[in-house]
């Protein structure tokens, strides 16, 4: 099936540093959705973009829909230990592109795991 | 609390066994998931129900058995599993298939073990 290229795959950095991931796709999207999964739970949404260039903050969190609307970045700002996780990026094709069976379905990166030492 | 819950939160069955994991969504969502997450794999989405009408099942073995009796609630039934479908089961809703919103929120999860 389709699948987003998340990276990098795992970070692990000292608290206080700025984190950066991403997620591209060989196909146009018309949302991108980025996820944070503490262990042993289900994923959170941090944030949802729609447009084309959007830039959004959650915090110390940004988010931005590529201009080329077939990638995403998540920034974490000033790192501190509760971010660790697992950050995931979804995108959901235009409708277009959705066939009978794929309509609305979300289309989900491995995931990036972030470890930070205090 | 993301205002989907999910029980069972952890659970141990024999391959012979049957039950029942359940899912219930206090959002007013119309669209409900059940996705499976292993390790090193993406999520990868099991059936899809919007407004109690199953509209997706992605080619999953007949060992899992989903029932959406109301938009609310949401079953996977098991019977005879594999050492294989031991893992981390989510339930998630969404306003509806024909909405522009298309955030999932997505419950704590079952840990499922078959032994």
């Known amino acids: 099936g389709q699948q987003l290229n998340q990276s990098p795959q795992s970070m692990f950095i000292q608290e206080g540093e700025d984190v950066s991931m991403n997620c591209t796709s060989s196909?146009?999207?018309?949302?991108w959705l980025w996820y944070k999964q503490d262990p042993g739970e289900g994923p959170v949404l941090l944030i949802a973009?729609?447009?084309a260039g959007e830039l959004t903050s959650n915090g110390r969190l940004t988010a931005q829909f590529g201009i080329t609307r077939k990638d995403s970045f998540l920034n974490i700002s000033a790192s501190i230990p509760s971010d660790v996780g697992i950050y995931f990026c979804?995108?959901?094709?235009?409708?277009?592109?959705?066939?009978?069976?794929?309509?609305?379905?979300?289309?989900w990166g491995l995931g990036t795991s972030l470890a930070v030492n205090p | 609390e993301t205002g989907v819950t999910q029980t069972p939160r952890h659970l141990v069955m024999g391959m012979t066994n049957k039950k029942s994991l359940k899912c219930e969504q206090h959002?007013?969502?119309?669209?409900m998931y059940w996705y499976k997450q292993s390790a090193k794999k993406p999520l990868e989405l099991m059936f899809v129900?919007?407004?109690?009408?199953?509209?997706e099942n992605n080619s999953v073995p007949s060992r899992f058995s989903p029932e959406c009796p109301n938009s609310s609630h949401l079953f996977l039934h098991l019977h005879t599993l594999q050492p294989e479908d031991s893992a981390l089961y989510l339930c998630?809703?969404?306003?509806?298939?024909?909405?522009?919103?298309?955030?999932?929120?997505f419950g704590q999860g079952t840990r499922l073990t078959v032994v």
């Open positions: 998630a809703s969404s306003q509806g298939l024909g909405t522009v919103n298309t955030e999932a929120f």
């Open positions: 959002l007013g969502h119309n669209a």
């Open positions: 129900y919007n407004f109690k009408e199953q509209t």
């Open positions: 196909s146009i999207f018309n949302t």
């Open positions: 973009l729609y447009k």
């Open positions: 979804a995108g959901q094709l235009p409708h277009h592109q959705n066939n009978a069976g794929n309509n609305r379905k979300l289309i």
